[in-house]
């Protein structure tokens, strides 16, 4: 019965025991037995955690690092995932040495400990959690990048930093705005320089007795000569709108490399060269008007007779 209990004694433990008794029969030469148990663990602790460390900053760092350029994140981006790769790589090596060192009942009273103490952090820390796990999905989905314009919320600005808890936008009025990860990934996010090309469109009203074939040719031309108007794809305009008061043709144009201050400046040029030529051509954009009818009755003492 004896023999079978002394076979069941696990691997590892068996390693673990073994390592500890070749260094502490070494220092038992030099130190008291009890002593030189103890340090015997604590060398091994060392030794096993520091090959650990070493061998996963050697093997797991640069194979991370490739995994990152292929997803084509941006430096900035890669540095907490790096801090979080080293986290873990002395958790595991802390863990493996604990083993080793023959410390497996401390070991196993600290996982308890970090459990009940990791369970009460997460119901404290719900929404710091959150956002950071949305700052995750940010970082692995890309829906935007640090430099770019976008919009959520009635909001909108140029992105300046991305962490793992927020992101911080700087407004158009200048204004810096802290926003948490979570409310840029649970609602819908507009970015519209995420991709090379961006349309543009604006509806011009012309009048009823206006030459709508004209003004649709000037609209057009005005489009092909701004420089910065793509010619592909074409610009167009669509007769969308019969309003009360004017008849609205819309314009759809494409610009390169978007960005918020080409947008405006653009699309300000091209408006306004549009109403110097309908100004030019009688071209009239209407403003709303009212016809107002009915009978007036004043007071007997303001009637003549």
């Given at each position: 019965?004896?023999?079978?209990?002394?076979?069941?004694?696990?691997?590892?433990?068996?390693?673990?025991?073994?390592?500890?008794?070749?260094?502490?029969?070494?220092?038992?030469?030099?130190?008291?037995?009890?002593?030189?148990?103890?340090?015997?663990?604590?060398?091994?602790?060392?030794?096993?955690?520091?090959?650990?460390?070493?061998?996963?900053?050697?093997?797991?760092?640069?194979?991370?690092?490739?995994?990152?350029?292929?997803?084509?994140?941006?430096?900035?981006?890669?540095?907490?995932?790096?801090?979080?790769?080293?986290?873990?790589?002395?958790?595991?090596?802390?863990?493996?040495?604990?083993?080793?060192?023959?410390?497996?009942?401390?070991?196993?009273?600290?996982?308890?400990?970090?459990?009940?103490a990791t369970l009460a952090i997460g119901f404290a820390l719900q929404d710091v959690i959150?956002?950071?796990?949305?700052?995750?999905?940010?970082?692995?989905?890309?829906?935007?990048?640090?430099?770019?314009?976008?919009?959520?919320?009635?909001?909108?600005?140029?992105?300046?930093?991305?962490?793992?808890?927020?992101?911080?936008?700087?407004?158009?009025?200048?204004?810096?705005?802290?926003?948490?990860?979570?409310?840029?990934?649970?609602?819908?996010?507009?970015?519209?320089?995420?991709?090379?090309?961006?349309?543009?469109?604006?509806?011009?009203?012309?009048?009823?007795?206006?030459?709508?074939?004209?003004?649709?040719?000037?609209?057009?031309?005005?489009?092909?000569?701004?420089?910065?108007?793509?010619?592909?794809?074409?610009?167009?305009?669509?007769?969308?709108?019969?309003?009360?008061?004017?008849?609205?043709?819309?314009?759809?144009?494409?610009?390169?490399?978007?960005?918020?201050?080409?947008?405006?400046?653009?699309?300000?040029?091209?408006?306004?060269?549009?109403?110097?030529?309908?100004?030019?051509?009688?071209?009239?954009?209407?403003?709303?008007?009212?016809?107002?009818?009915?009978?007036?009755?004043?007071?007997?003492?303001?009637?003549?007779?």
């Amino acid at each position: 019965m004896a023999i079978l209990q002394t076979t069941a004694t696990p691997a590892a433990g068996g390693s673990a025991a073994g390592a500890n008794k070749v260094v502490a029969a070494f220092l038992d030469q030099f130190l008291p037995t009890v002593l030189a148990n103890a340090v015997g663990a604590a060398v091994v602790f060392a030794v096993v955690f520091a090959a650990v460390y070493l061998a996963g900053k050697a093997t797991v760092t640069p194979l991370l690092d490739r995994v990152l350029e292929a997803r084509g994140l941006d430096e900035h981006a890669r540095r907490p995932i790096r801090k979080l790769a080293s986290v873990l790589i002395v958790f595991v090596g802390i863990t493996v040495a604990f083993g080793f060192a023959g410390f497996g009942d401390f070991l196993q009273s600290l996982a308890t400990i970090a459990a009940a103490a990791t369970l009460a952090i997460g119901f404290a820390l719900q929404d710091v959690i959150a956002n950071f796990v949305a700052g995750l999905f940010i970082y692995t989905d890309r829906p935007f990048r640090i430099g770019d314009w976008i919009e959520w919320d009635g909001n909108s600005g140029i992105v300046e930093d991305i962490s793992f808890r927020v992101t911080r936008v700087r407004t158009f009025d200048n204004e810096l705005l802290t926003v948490p990860n979570s409310q840029l990934t649970d609602g819908v996010i507009k970015n519209p320089v995420a991709k090379d090309t961006l349309r543009l469109q604006f509806t011009f009203g012309v009048g009823y007795d206006d030459d709508v074939e004209e003004a649709t040719e000037i609209i057009v031309d005005e489009a092909e000569r701004h420089p910065e108007i793509l010619s592909e794809p074409e610009p167009s305009v669509r007769l969308t709108e019969l309003a009360d008061s004017y008849v609205g043709l819309r314009s759809r144009i494409w610009i390169e490399n978007p960005s918020r201050a080409d947008f405006v400046k653009i699309r300000s040029e091209y408006v306004r060269n549009v109403k110097q030529r309908f100004d030019e051509a009688g071209i009239e954009i209407p403003f709303p008007q009212r016809d107002i009818s009915g009978r007036l009755e004043l007071p007997p003492e303001h009637v003549r007779e």
